[in-house]
């Protein structure tokens, strides 16, 4: 078995690895331009959130600044979304649609929505298995070389079904994001937060943020690809 640049299974990862630095751009590139355009009712991206928050019956969530830039989330755990102070200050189209999106979190939650469920009851372990998953493959494989075959197998499938969960969560969170970008494109033209000829920018923001997630899962399923193949020479 092999990992690294000599290992063969390493191809597979190029394309998946050249769609994320093309995912990564697009949110640059999209963030960029439309982060320097105001929406023309002037909204900042925390009056934005307020708005939609306040309109689907969520008056007590509150919202609180962090600081750097696209750090903002909403916490399902704590019932609190924060905004970038880049996102919270700014009347500009990006600020407002990302606003949007996290208050299409929030909406999610409120509505019980099943996969933010799922995901949120998967953080725990994934947080265990992600870390863990890499180290005990990598064990696996010294230990089989050092002629220690049924200790190395079992310590490998273990970190094989620890990756599987990674794949899971990158799976569900998927239908999450999109989901909230829908939602977020909803409120933004229902509450009149920005104007019909400024929701294409929303959405090419919206759908660039996306496209990070489709090339997170497109990444493990390659990466679980591979550890397969890899099992299977063993």
């Known amino acids: 078995m092999y990992f690294g640049m000599n290992d063969p299974t390493f191809i597979l990862l190029i394309p998946a690895i050249l769609f994320t630095i093309f995912a990564q751009s697009k949110v640059k590139s999209a963030y960029s331009r439309y982060a320097q355009i105001p929406n ?8 934005a959130a307020r708005m939609i928050l306040d309109k689907n019956g969520m008056q007590d969530v509150p919202i609180e600044i962090i600081p750097g830039e696209l750090t903002d989330n909403y916490d399902p755990t704590k019932d609190v979304m ?21 208050s ?30 890499w180290p005990l493959m990598v064990l696996g494989i010294i230990l089989i070389a050092a002629g220690n075959a049924s200790t190395g197998n079992l310590i490998f499938n273990i ?16 239908p999450v994001e999109l989901n909230a970008s829908r939602r977020a494109m909803l409120q933004l033209s229902e ?6 000829d400024e ?6 923001v919206l759908s660039a943020a996306a496209m990070t997630y489709v090339a997170a899962l497109a990444t493990s399923i390659v ?5 397969l193949l890899i099992r299977g020479h063993n």
């Open 40 to 47: 023309r009712n002037g909204i900042t991206g925390m009056q």
């Open 82 to 102: 924060h905004l970038s102070e880049g996102t919270a200050y700014s009347n500009s189209v990006a600020a407002v649609s990302i606003a949007a999106h996290e």
């Open 104 to 133: 299409g979190h929030a909406i999610q939650d409120e509505r019980n929505y099943g996969f933010l469920k799922f995901r949120v009851a998967m953080v725990p372990a994934v947080n265990l298995t992600s870390g863990a998953s």
């Open 159 to 174: 970190g094989v079904i620890m990756f599987v969960v990674v794949v899971l969560f990158h799976t569900v969170t998927l």
């Open 191 to 196: 509450l009149g937060i920005i104007y019909d």
């Open 199 to 204: 929701a294409a920018g929303a959405r090419k």
């Open 223 to 227: 990466n679980l690809i591979r550890i």
